[in-house]
Nanobody, 122 residues
Framework: QVKLVESGGGSVQPGGSLRLSCAVS?????????MSWHRQPPGKERELVAT????????KYADSVKGRFTMSRGSARTTVYLQMNSLKAEDTAMYYC??????????????WGQGTQVTVSS
């Protein structure tokens, strides 16, 4: 019933922009959802890029993307975006959306997106 779909990756030149989208559907209203964007550059470990709560507008960013990336929510609390500006070659990675579900403060599960490739090169 619960589904997560992400999209928006592509290839751009340095300084360009991309907007990633992640939509989660079928989540019961009583379930709290914390959504986040992660990325995994070639040959490196997966890292957290940004995260946001579905109920509290408190966004956290990795230092490497502050001032360049903006995470936001759509009209639905379980729809999020990652606006990526001033892209650099080091931003090249597979980007993954994650949704962590909890009830009454207890984690009950999570979903990962299939990944969307972002490539920044001249």
């Amino acid at each position: 019933q619960v589904k997560l779909v992400e999209s928006g990756g592509g290839s751009v030149q340095p300084g360009g922009s991309l907007r990633l989208s992640c939509a989660v559907s079928g989540v019961p209203s009583i379930t709290d959802v914390v959504m986040s964007w992660h990325r995994q550059p070639p040959g490196k470990e997966r890292e957290l890029v940004a995260t946001i709560s579905s109920t509290v507008y408190n966004i956290k960013y990795a230092d490497s993307v502050k001032g360049r990336f903006t995470m936001s929510r759509g009209s639905a609390r379980t729809t999020v975006y990652l606006q990526m500006n001033s892209l650099k070659a080091e931003d090249t990675a597979m980007y993954y959306c994650n949704a962590e579900f909890s009830r009454h403060g207890i984690r009950i599960g999570e979903l990962w997106g299939q990944g969307t490739q972002v490539t920044v090169s001249s």
